[in-house]
């Protein structure tokens, strides 16, 4: 307290500003989200809630987003491209046949 009383107003306003953005941080980069569960989707929830494998239900949420969303950038990255790359080897061995079958002829 003593370091507070030698600073000027500016100055410990900007220092409990600091703090306080320091302490939220979290809470002031994130957005809120209401959603809708089926019962027994919570009753799911509140059971590893009350094992202690799940902190609470925001924290659950959020996991299973960033899961799922990890998962759709696994697939539009990586395994999109090993289909399409699967799909022209396909259409390759196709066309391939399709000749040599003409060729027959």
Known sequence: ?????KK???QIIRIAIENFISENLEELASKKLVIRLPNNTINKLMDF???GDI???PSAV???L????SSIEDYYLTKRKQLKEAQLEYQK???NQ???NENLR
């Open 1 to 5: 307290m003593l370091q507070l009383e």
């Open 8 to 10: 000027s107003r500016s």
């Open 49 to 51: 809630i009350n094992t």
């Open 55 to 57: 902190l609470n239900v």
């Open 62 to 64: 959020q996991i299973a």
């Open 66 to 69: 960033d899961r799922y969303l």
């Open 93 to 95: 061995e196709i066309g």
């Open 98 to 100: 399709l000749s040599r």
